[in-house]
């Protein structure tokens, strides 16, 4: 391996104060906070256990933990924090529970956990409301907004009828003795900020912060930071403010304005050499996002050679846009003898991916779908799911809470609220907590009824679970439950029906695995947590990579087509009204940045909206990536073609592709 080149090496040694390093696309960000780790171990004395290293996705952690481990080569590194944002959160809330009022088993619940609750507060079965409701009060706590401050910023009554939901939702989690995503960062926060002798507790203990991909930190994180951070300021924040595109998602690029006010003494170092892309690419991705305001001026520079133009292809609608992309990118890799895995086709929403899915199958070529729905993370399977993983450990909150309440089982919220506060106070399961003398007297004959009824169900169906084939176990289960009544009631005919069906093809599965196995559904169970786990986690098959621009940040490829690059698609139409022109050019330029050697861009001159053709205009950012590399095919840029020339060129294909490999 190199050396680190000076400008990285000096961010590794840098320790003299609070450090915030500019790293451009590709230019070696995370050596620089896996070496600096290394450093502070082998180097300056640091105990691993005083040391965090803070990323966005576990895999960004998975990652740095190996690189790590890797360099300092057998040396010990136990303690050393390596997470989240949102793992270091559960870590310290779990260590700190009592300061805050929970026990410290307390639940974590997801957006689909959460929604049933939501549901029941808004009144409504609405999905598309109750989603905009749960993004609003995931807003607010991202921002660290209050439901009082809420409700006081309120401008209107839709807003003043969201801040009361937001309101009873918050109060509904503490009585679960449950938390939700947001609070992972919103409640040590507040831990921090009412109990300085926990503060202090935790600055002591973690010394020294690295921070990943700094840009995309929200006013949550921002503050989550300051406090761990403290007076002493000891930290290595890593971002890039040409590639911040989550501001949808509450991101706040001032982050990075606010650093140099906030530490008067912040160093801040460049790194602009990118070990990725060819020259033509850099430069075509500096001149696009020159056309931003800048927060610190850098430009990116590579050694890697000068390498192929850009090339640009004008499609007559969308549907042939999908087919000239799959046969370039299949002649492309012949001639180059490339592996799929060396191409991914990127696009700026889900929607663009149908016609090129529907292509690549009908050709055979392999390809993965990122950002693509885990067959597990279906709501009507995490519906059924809950329940078995009731059956495996009744010690379960959040599967109590998701089975108790779906379908409805005649159990309300207030009767769920009474049962979080008594499991609080006891420091109990809930499940454990519905079956205690003392809970009784907290609510009325007509509401424990229903519980101890489920309660029992489960006790039931847990006993036969242990002893009988998943086969037989199942149908009754879904029988007793209702969930297809449930699901017709709640949904309309198509959408209830496709979901019958995943959860037929999820029973049938669970049958045929426990006969094959010998396995009790209670075996099963725990299968199937590890496959939803595994599912995560990214294979390395030899496939082209299909994937939306967001998801596609942080990776890199040999050869990138990024396709629709048009007015309305990117940038977006909704961002030209919201006036969000710069974070869509970044957007832009994280595409262009994942190219390591050749970068494809295609536009359509109609696309479909329904059943019309609309006619479409290129985006503005090809022009501003400057014409002089970009090499142009197809529209009005074609002259009248060679009949004679076409046909050869065809032939020449079609033999070409029918070679043995």
């Given amino acids: 391996m190199s050396l680190p080149n000076p400008p990285q090496r000096e961010a590794i040694r ?19 906070i896996t070496e600096k780790i290394a450093y502070l171990i082998e180097s300056c004395g640091f105990s691993p256990s005083n040391i965090a290293a803070i990323t966005f996705t576990n895999k960004a952690a998975r990652e740095m933990q190996e690189r790590v481990t890797r360099l300092l080569a057998g040396r010990p590194a136990k303690g050393l924090t390596i997470s989240t944002f949102h793992a270091l959160g559960v870590r310290i809330l779990r260590e700190e529970a009592k300061a805050l009022g929970y026990k410290p088993n307390f639940s974590i619940l997801d957006a689909s956990d959460t929604f049933a609750i939501v549901s029941e507060l808004a009144g409504s079965v609405d999905k598309g409301s109750i989603r905009k409701l749960q993004s609003l009060m995931s807003g607010w706590k991202s921002a660290l907004v209050s439901p009082d401050q809420a409700r006081k910023d309120a401008r209107n009554e839709t807003e003043a009828l969201a801040a009361n939901a937001f309101a009873s939702y918050a109060a509904t989690l503490r ?62 924040a890593v971002g890039d403010d040409d590639q911040a595109i989550y501001g949808w998602r509450g991101a706040d690029i001032e982050n990075l304005r606010g650093l140099p006010r906030d530490y008067l003494n912040l160093k801040v170092i460049k790194l602009e050499q990118n070990y990725r892309s060819t020259v033509r690419i850099l430069k075509a991705a500096n001149a696009l ?65 149908r016609a090129l899915e529907q292509l690549l199958r009908n050709q055979r070529i392999p390809y993965l779908l990122s950002g693509g729905q885990s067959f597990f993370e279906k709501t009507e399977i995490k519906d059924i799911t809950a329940y078995l993983r009731l059956l495996a450990n009744s010690d379960d909150d959040p599967a109590f809470i998701r089975a108790v309440s779906t379908p409805r089982r005649g159990v309300g919220a207030s009767t769920l609220q009474a049962l979080g506060s008594y499991a609080g106070e006891r420091q109990l399961p809930l499940f454990a907590a519905a079956f ?37 176990v199942m149908p009754d289960l879904l029988r007793a439950i209702a969930y297809e009544d449930w ?13 019958l069906t995943n959860v037929q093809d999820f029973c ?154």
């Fill in 289 to 353: 996002i020159s056309h931003n305001e800048k927060l610190f001026d850098k430009k990116l520079w590579s050694d890697l050679g000068h390498g192929d133009p850009i090339t640009v292809s004008v499609c007559q609608d969308g549907e042939k846009e999908a087919e000239a992309v799959v046969m370039k990118l299949q002649a492309h890799r012949f001639e180059h003898r490339g592996a799929f895995r060396d191409y991914a086709i990127l696009y700026r929403g889900n929607f663009q991916a």
């Fill in 175 to 236: 009585a679960y003795q449950a938390v939700d995503f947001d609070d992972l960062i919103a409640l040590p926060v507040t831990l921090f900020e009412d109990h300085p002798e926990v503060r202090d507790k935790w600055q002591n203990r973690l010394r020294y912060l690295l921070i990943d991909e700094y840009q995309d930190t929200n006013a949550g994180q921002y503050r989550m930071l300051r406090l761990l951070a403290g007076p002493r300021a000891a930290f290595t």
């Fill in 487 to 499: 699901l017709l009631e709640h949904d309309e005919a198509r959408a209830a029906r496709i979901k």
């Fill in 436 to 472: 205690e003398q003392g809970f009784a007297p907290r609510v009325q004959a007509r509401q424990l009824a229903p519980l101890l009824e489920f309660c029992e169900f489960i006790n039931r169906l847990q006993a036969r679970a242990a002893r009988e084939p998943a086969a037989q």
């Fill in 14 to 32: 840098y320790l003299d104060g609070p450090l915030l390093v500019l790293a451009g696309a590709g230019s070696g960000k995370t050596r620089v």
């Fill in 508 to 661: 049938d599965w669970l049958g045929k695995k426990g006969d094959e196995e010998q396995k009790t559904l209670i075996d099963l169970t725990q299968t199937i947590a590890l496959i939803n786990m595994l599912d995560k986690q990214d294979a390395d098959i030899d496939a082209v990579q299909l994937s939306t621009l967001h998801a596609a940040k942080g990776l890199e490829f040999k050869h990138v087509f990024l396709i629709g690059i048009e007015e309305g698609v990117l940038p977006h139409r909704e961002a030209e009204a919201d006036n969000r022109i710069e974070e869509e050019r970044r957007l832009m330029y994280v595409g262009i940045t994942r190219a390591q050697r050749s970068l494809h861009l295609s536009y359509a001159e109609k696309r479909k909206q329904g059943r019309e053709l609309i006619p479409c205009r290129a985006s503005r950012f090809i022009d501003e990536m400057g014409r002089e590399d970009l090499r142009f095919s197809g529209g009005k840029n074609d002259s009248v073609p060679d009949k004679a020339a076409g046909a050869d060129r065809l032939a020449a294909l079609k033999a070409m592709l029918a070679k043995p490999k």
